[in-house]
Structures are given as C-alpha cells and as structure tokens.
C-alpha cells in the first residue's frame, strides 16, 4: 500500500472521501501497535520556554514523528501533515473543499470518516471522543438512555458547574448551542436530543503532540475547530455544529517557582496548566504563602500551539507580536495556549462587607433608588481605594432589592474598609431610614476571603441572555453625566431586567505593559451586567421582543451614557454592535492585522472573535441571533 504523500494529487482528493478512504485503508493490528501514539519527546532545552516545560509538553508532534508514519506506509498520514510538508510536496488539499464554508458533517467529500477517526485516534493515543450531548441520558437518540442519571443531570443541572467542566462538550451558552439537548423537566416541550450546535468530537488533550494532530487535521480538512476549556463563555465561544474540538480542561499542571527571573522581573511566579481553574490556582498561591490574580494576571510567558501546528513559546522576547495578541486579544484566535507564567504577589489581608436592601412597608421605591443612588455616587472614592464591589439590583412586580455580595478590599482593614463605607451607610441608616445590617469580616489571606465570599455560580439556562458595558470615569465627572448614567442603569430594572454590578477599576496609579487589553478598562470605574429573561414557556415573538429590547433599548442607553467606552467581552451582549471597537477600541487594527499574520488559514474561529467579522452562521435563532447548531460560512464580502 503506498502512503497517500506520494499519491498524485487526484488520487489524493479521492482518498479524502469517507468511503474511499474506507475501502482503501486497512491499519493492521502490528501497525497499531507500532503507532500509537504519535510523539517524540523533545529536549526542554531546545525551546525558548522561560520555565521548564510540562511533561505533556515535551511530546511533541514534529517532522521526524510525520516522516515514520510516512515510512510506516499508514495511508492518509498526509491529513496530519505540517503546512510546509504540503508546499514542499506540491499538494494541496483544498479543491475538493468547499473553500466558503467550513466542512460540514453531511458534506459528502472532507468530513472524517470511520477510517480516518480510527487512525486519528491511534495517533492521539486514544483520546479521541465521539461525543454525545450532557444530557443524552434523557433521551433515547444515543441509545445511552438512563432515568436515575437524567433525574440526576436535570436536579444538578444549574447547581454543579463542575460536572459540565467535567464533560468533553457541555457549554454554559445553550441558547446559541441551539438547545437541542437539555433535561425536558427544564425545558418542556423537548423530546428529541441532538448534537446540535455541539462539537462531533473532541480530543482530551493532555500533551502538546495531541493539540498539534487535531489543529494540523482540522486545518487540512478545513473543519470547524473549536477550542473548550470550562465552556463557561457566555458567547458559546467554545462550542460549533460539525466541530472538532480540543478539550484542554485535564492540562493540569502547576510549577511554583520562588525566585523566577524573566527580563526585569524576579520574584515569585507560577507556571500554570491552560486547565487549572481560578480555584485551583488561587489553593496553590495559598498554600505557598502568596496570592496570585485571577482573570488578566501579569502573565509572563505563555506556551501556544499556534495555526501551523507548530509549538512556540510566547514572551516579550520570543515571539513578541503574538504574546501582545494573546494577552486581551480572546481565546480561539491566535493559537491554543497549553500553558502560563504569571507573577506572584506576596500575601495580602482582605476585608469584606455584605449588605443588602430592599423595598418593603418602611422602604418606598423612591428610598430605595435614592439609596442605591448614594452607593453610585462613591465610585471613584472606592475604585481609587483599591476596593472591587460586587452587586446585584432587581425588581419584581414593583418590588426593588439590592445586595452587595460583597465588597472586597485586598490589603485593607476592617477600621480602613468601615471608614470608606462609613458616608454611605450612614447615608441609608440615617437620611433614608433603610434598615441594613452591614456584616464586616477580616481574613489573613486572599484565598480565605475569596473562598467564604464567591460560591459556586449557576450554569447554563437558556431562558436568558445577557448584555455589558464598561463605563469610564468621565460618566462621574460631573452631576448630570452621573445621574445619566444611573437613570440608564435603573431604567433596566424598572423595565423588569436584572443589572449585576462591579465597582472595579484597573489598578490605580502602577504604569502597565503595552498588550491587547481593551483600553476601555483602563478608564473603568464601574462594569454593569443586564440581563433580560422570559418564561419557559414563552412564545418566539415574546423572546425575540424581550432578546432585541436587551441590545437595541437597554445597551443602546447603556452606550448613550458611556460614549467612546466599550465592554468586557467574556460578559457581554451575543450581538454587541461594532463589537471590534466595544472590546478591543483602538488596538483592534493591530489585531487584525495579527490575525491575518498568524493564521493566514482562518483555522481558528470564535463567535466575535478578531477577524470573525469575515464568516457568518448559515441561520440565525429567533430571527437575530447567529445559531452555533448551523453551517459556518465566510461571507461573501469578507476581505
Ligand atoms: C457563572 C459565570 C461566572 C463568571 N464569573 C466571572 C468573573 O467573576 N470574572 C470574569 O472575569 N469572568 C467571569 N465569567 C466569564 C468567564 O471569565 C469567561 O466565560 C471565560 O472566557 C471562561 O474561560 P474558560 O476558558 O474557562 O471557558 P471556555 O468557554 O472553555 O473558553 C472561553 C474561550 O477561550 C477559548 N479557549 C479556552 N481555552 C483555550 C486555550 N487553552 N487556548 C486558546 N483558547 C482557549 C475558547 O475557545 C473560548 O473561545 C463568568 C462566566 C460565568 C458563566
Ligand atoms: C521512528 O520509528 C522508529 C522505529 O519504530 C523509532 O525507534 C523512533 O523512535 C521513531 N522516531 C520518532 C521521532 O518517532
Ligand atoms: C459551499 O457550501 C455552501 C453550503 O452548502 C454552498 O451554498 C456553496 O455553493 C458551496 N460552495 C462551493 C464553492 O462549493
Ligand atoms: C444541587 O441541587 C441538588 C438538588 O437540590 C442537590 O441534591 C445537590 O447536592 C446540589 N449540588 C450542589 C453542587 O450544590
Ligand atoms: C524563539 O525566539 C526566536 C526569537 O528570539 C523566534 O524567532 C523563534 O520563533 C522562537 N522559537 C520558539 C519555538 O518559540
Ligand atoms: C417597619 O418599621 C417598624 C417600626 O420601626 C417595625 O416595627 C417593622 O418591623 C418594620 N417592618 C419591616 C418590614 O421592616
Ligand atoms: C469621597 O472621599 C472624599 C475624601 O475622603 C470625601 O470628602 C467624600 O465625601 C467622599 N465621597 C463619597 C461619595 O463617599
Ligand atoms: C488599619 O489600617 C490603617 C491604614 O493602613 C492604619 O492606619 C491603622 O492603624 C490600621 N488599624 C488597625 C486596627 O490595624
């Protein structure tokens, strides 16, 4: 049998269709044995990585691995081929692929076969996932159904985000998923499950080789590839109908460094797989006495499989262009990052204040706003102390209730925290008469603080959409721009929505380094979260009206108060307006320029990602909503 690289190229296009490939490739029980799986463990030295690498990541997929599978005779290695084996080889996958759309799983030619999966397998070791919907268990679609553990996934289904993180595909954002597979006891009406806008496969990635087989894979075959790591992503990021995906939530690995050097910095830092969750990172900070930041971290270095299927590391040094593109820049973009150096910071004492407020006989609703009003008012005192307030504002069938859960003030103490409050709790207690019970509480260290204060968050309803915005400083510059801006905020809960708040700024005072980091959030003093909601049984219309109203009244207000500002992606409106300028502002066209540079395949793919701008979804949910359970296209005008 002669290995499909040395094919001529029509043979090669033919061996590309599932039943060809079929007929014409056998993998003999010593080949498997002799494949799989495909690395090569390379020398740690030989890369620019400024912290030793994970063991996963010194198995590697390289040219000297793809020639013995050549040798080895095993036909269509040439799938798993290396941009630079194609120019060298005169090959070219391409013309028997639709060049417009991602290659969907009905297309006849392209979509891997029986075959192809079987040896894709082999070489990842076996850790290639046909997967089946979360919640499939409730169903008889895949023939795995199961009533203990459907009335297990349905009672857990909201409360227990870690058996969804815990799934190769289960995704936060069900509504753009398409819904076609949730608990019917929570979505009534439901009787069939299907994969819907979740991945075909997924790949339990553990080492770089892995990564660097699916993205080499999906970019000859010109699938859809996806990237999950948690499947948190409000935008359903991480998940896409037809797709491959690289799950990286087992790469666990965490390194502590006491005395790391890289460029000026020296000093403690963390080397941390790309699936240690923010807990894990903040238990092992904790526990080696120092405290690290979750989110938008000093990172650095970072180590990424970038489009090419090639293995590089990211730092001010190596790599500079991409390591500015990945900090800010969002996720499934430039490449898959297997893993990152962030700085430590020494222990901190933390202080908290919890305290609510509602309407009720002794609270009008005018008492109620004028408090919360008071509150508004302290932003730029509290934001310029270093303290983060996180809070939540609804209203209900005329009732209005606050809570504040909590604010956090690192490095301060309880007399320190009391004093900053003290105008506003004297304010609610005595001018307004609303009876609050403040609850102070002092910790040694972030982690205890942190740990009491921020339980377990709700998973995945696809009764409700969200939207965002940042709104700088200047929305506090004076009276009238404040009141504005807290009219445009109340405006939201008086119409039956939920705002959730943060009073947060970026560090005050410290100079930062040059990255792709919205410069929005450099003049944020306070983020605000809307949320509009419907009933489970609400008609279409009723959705698409309460769905529009979030983008085009609520965020359109939001946007009238906070000109020139734009918002935090990771939680932010489906269908943010000029979503290019609201996340990324003025650093956008280097991005894009990036994009181009470092992924000249469009390989990687996100919904408002930088350079999504180009491709579209073949339908759309409720008239306006891009569906990730549809056909992924490149637009007819895209550039
Ligand atoms: C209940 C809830 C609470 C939240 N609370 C907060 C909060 O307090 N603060 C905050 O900042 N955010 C918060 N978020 C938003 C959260 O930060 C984002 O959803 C974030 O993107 C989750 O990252 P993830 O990698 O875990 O999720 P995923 O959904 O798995 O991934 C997010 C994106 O990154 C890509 N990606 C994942 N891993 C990699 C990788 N290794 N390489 C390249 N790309 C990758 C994915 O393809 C996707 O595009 C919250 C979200 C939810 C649902
Ligand atoms: C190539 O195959 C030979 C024989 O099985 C093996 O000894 C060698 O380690 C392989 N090299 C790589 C880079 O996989
Ligand atoms: C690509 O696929 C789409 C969707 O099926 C189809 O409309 C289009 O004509 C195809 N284009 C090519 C070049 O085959
Ligand atoms: C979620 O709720 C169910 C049912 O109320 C309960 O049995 C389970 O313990 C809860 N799980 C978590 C993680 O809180
Ligand atoms: C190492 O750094 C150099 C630039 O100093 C860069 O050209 C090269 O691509 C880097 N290699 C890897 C594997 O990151
Ligand atoms: C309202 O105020 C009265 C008098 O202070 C008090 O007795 C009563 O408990 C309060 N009611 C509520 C709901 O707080
Ligand atoms: C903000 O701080 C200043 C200085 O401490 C104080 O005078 C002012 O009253 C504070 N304003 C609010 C709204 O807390
Ligand atoms: C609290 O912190 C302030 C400001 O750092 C300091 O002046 C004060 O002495 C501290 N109070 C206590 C009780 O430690």
Redesign the pocket.
């Known amino acids: 049998m002669m290995p499909v690289a040395l094919l001529p190229r029509a043979c090669l296009l033919l061996a590309l269709s599932t039943f060809t490939v079929a007929q014409s490739l056998v993998v003999d029980a010593a080949n498997e044995r002799s494949v799989a799986p495909a690395f090569e463990v390379v020398d740690p030295a030989s890369t620019n990585a400024t912290a030793p690498l994970f063991d996963g990541e010194t198995r590697q997929f390289t040219n000297a691995v793809l020639k013995n599978l050549t040798d080895l005779q095993l036909t269509n290695t040439v799938l798993f081929a290396f941009p630079d084996v194609f120019a060298k080889a005169d090959i070219e996958l391409g013309s028997a692929i639709n060049s417009t759309c991602k290659t969907f799983s009905d297309d006849f030619v392209g979509f891997p076969g029986f075959v192809t999966n079987r040896v894709f397998n082999l070489l990842l070791g076996g850790s290639l996932i046909q997967t089946t919907p979360f919640a499939s268990p409730c169903f008889s679609d895949f023939g795995n159904q199961d009533a203990d553990k459907c009335a297990h996934i349905s009672a857990n289904w909201h409360n227990d985000s870690y058996s969804h993180t815990d799934d190769p595909t289960s995704v ?1 954002a069900v509504l753009f998923q398409g819904m076609s597979c949730v608990p019917p006891s929570l979505n009534p009406g439901q009787i069939t499950c299907t994969l819907g806008g979740y991945p075909k496969m997924s790949i339990r990635a553990t080492t770089v080789a892995q990564v660097q087989l699916a993205i080499n894979l999906a970019r000859n075959l010109n699938l859809r590839l ?9 935008a359903a ?2 998940t896409g109908a037809a797709g491959v995906s690289i799950w ?1 939530h087992n790469m666990k690995g965490i390194n502590f460094y006491e005395n790391y050097i890289e460029g000026p910095y020296k000093g403690p830092a963390f080397k941390l797989g ?1 699936g240690v969750q923010v807990y894990e990172a903040y238990e092992a900070a904790h526990k080696e006495g120092v405290t690290i930041v979750g ?1 938008e971290g000093r990172v650095l270095s970072m180590e990424v499989v970038t489009a090419d299927g090639r293995f590089v590391t990211a730092s001010e040094t190596s790599n500079p262009d991409l390591f500015w593109a990945l900090r800010g820049g969002g ?2 973009t430039y ?3 297997t893993s990152m150096v962030v700085k430590a910071f020494p222990k901190m004492p933390v202080t908290t204040l919890m305290f609510s407020f509602s309407t009720s006989q002794n609270v009008t609703v005018d008492q109620f706003w004028a408090g919360v009003r008071t509150y508004f008012g302290g932003f730029i005192n509290y934001t310029e102390a270093g303290t983060y307030g996180y809070f939540s504002l609804r209203g209900m069938g005329g009732n209005y209730a606050f809570a504040m859960k909590p604010w956090f003030a690192p490095n301060m103490n309880r007399s320190a925290l009391e004093a900053l409050a003290a105008p506003l709790l004297d304010d609610l207690a005595g001018r307004l008469s609303i009876p609050i019970e403040p609850v102070f509480a002092e910790y040694d260290s972030f982690y205890e603080a942190w740990d009491v204060s921020f339980p377990l ?2 998973w995945g309803s696809g009764q409700s959409r969200a939207g965002g915005r940042l709104f700088p400083r200047s929305s506090w510059e004076d009276e009238a721009a404040l009141s504005n801006t807290f009219e445009a905020v109340r405006y939201v809960v008086d119409q039956g929505g939920a705002v959730i708040g943060f009073h947060i700024a970026a560090s005050p005072g410290s100079g930062h380094p040059d990255n792709a980091v919205n410069p929005a959030w450099r003049e944020t003093v306070f983020h605000g979260v809307n949320l509009a909601s419907w009933d489970r049984d609400a008609s279409p219309e009723e959705i698409e009206t309460r769905s529009r109203r979030l983008t085009d009244d609520w965020g359109q207000r939001w946007r009238d108060v906070s000109p020139g500002s734009g918002a935090y992606l ?2 932010s409106d489906y269908i943010e307006p000029d979503f290019q300028h609201s996340f990324w502002g003025e650093k956008y066209d280097r991005l894009y320029e990036l994009k181009k540079k470092l992924d000249p395949y469009d390989l990687f793919y ?1 919904h408002q990602a930088v350079g999504s701008e180009n491709w579209e979804t073949s339908e759309l949910l409720y008239g306006h909503l891009p569906s990730q359970n549809s056909r992924l296209c490149r637009k007819a005008t895209a550039s």
């Open positions: 936060n996806v990237i999950k790591n948690t499947g948190h992503d409000f990021k991480s990286t790309a989110g996720g499934s490449g898959v990052v968050e709700a990771s939680e996100a």
